[in-house]
């Protein structure tokens, strides 16, 4: 046996590395897409018009009421023309409304029918009730993941992208530093760009012109023009665009080849953002898995400055 005395433990980043690897080999129990997730996959239609977008947005935030309205009851709650709806259901492949209703009402039943336990306990107070909402996020997150091979082929495209860029705008500036900050530890040239305007033209035509590839955006509510101009901008670079968001539908998402879209927590004046962090870790971890070996030589070199330069406190 070798004698592996001079080799040094890996740093606890390190260890984390290796051991959470995403695998897609496992078997994992059947598990139903979220009752949202069902609806986005449902109503993924290249070019809906903005009346049909408004009516999908509306059906899939108000499912448990929605499937039951009559066509003139929805029409009044989407501001839209009978007709409209008709012609939406006939867009999104039913042959008329009532076929769309009998599909909606089997989604919502099956979801009324697993949360009536749920529904009797305590609702507690405000507080309590935007964290219950988070939990559904994330729960309906943990449903989507099920089957990680979208994750796990995405966050392979962007650990091979150099540059990288990442874009988040106005509120959507926080989890585009977080997710920059922890990729720059596993990837060599990571680009952030959280202004605007001429600014991030700028910076995404360099990415490209540097050999760039991808974008990981975001683009969280309240969702800025600006963001759909610098998505348009890059798409017309050449640069593929990845998008986190709480929308899978609107003009953001049309323009994305990739789109993660997951719920926000709005019960509070501000929102919050527990489920899009989570799909943040999961493509940090899926572009870590993508090259392990540079992976774990980067995170080495890291913890040596770190500790030359004493980064961090001792735990």
Not at 14 to 23: H, K, V
Not at 54 to 81: H, K
Not at 195 to 205: E, F, H, I, T, W
Not at 279 to 305: F, G, I, K, N, S
């Amino acid at each position: 046996m070798g004698d592996n005395s001079g080799a040094s433990a890996p740093s606890p980043q390190q260890a984390r590395a290796q051991a959470s690897a995403i695998t897609s080999g496992r078997a994992f129990a059947a598990a139903e897409p979220a009752p949202a997730s069902q609806l986005r996959a449902l109503f993924d239609r290249p070019r809906l018009s903005p009346g049909h977008r408004r009516i999908a947005q509306y059906l899939i935030e108000n499912l448990a009421e929605a499937a039951f309205l009559s066509i003139t009851e929805l029409a009044d709650r989407v501001g839209v023309s009978q007709p409209s709806v008709t012609r939406f259901a006939g867009a999104v492949g039913f042959s008329g409304y009532p076929a769309l209703r009998e599909k909606l009402q089997s989604i919502a039943l099956r979801t009324l029918a697993g949360g009536a336990d749920a529904a009797e306990e305590e609702r507690g107070n405000e507080l309590q009730a935007a964290v219950d909402a988070e939990i559904e996020n994330l729960e309906n997150l943990r449903r989507d993941f099920a089957d990680p091979g979208r994750v796990i082929a995405v966050g392979r495209e962007l650990s091979r992208s150099a540059p990288l860029t990442v874009l988040g705008l106005r509120i959507s500036v926080s989890l585009a530093e977080y997710f920059a900050y922890a990729a720059r530890r596993i990837h060599p040239d990571v680009r952030l760009v959280t202004r605007g305007g001429s600014v991030a033209y700028d910076a995404l035509l360099q990415s490209r012109e540097a050999g760039g590839t991808w974008v990981l955006a975001f683009s969280l509510p309240r969702h800025a023009h600006e963001t759909l101009t610098a998505v348009r901008v890059a798409r017309g670079a050449g640069l593929k665009v990845a998008l986190i968001t709480d929308l899978a539908l609107g003009p953001v998402a049309d323009e994305a080849d990739v789109t993660f879209a997951t719920g926000t927590g709005s019960r509070l004046v501000f929102d919050s953002y527990a489920a899009p962090g989570v799909v943040c870790a999961a493509l940090l971890q899926a572009m870590t898995d993508a090259d392990p070996e540079r992976t774990q030589a980067r995170l080495e070199e890291y913890e040596q400055l770190a500790d030359q330069h004493q980064f961090f406190l001792k735990d």
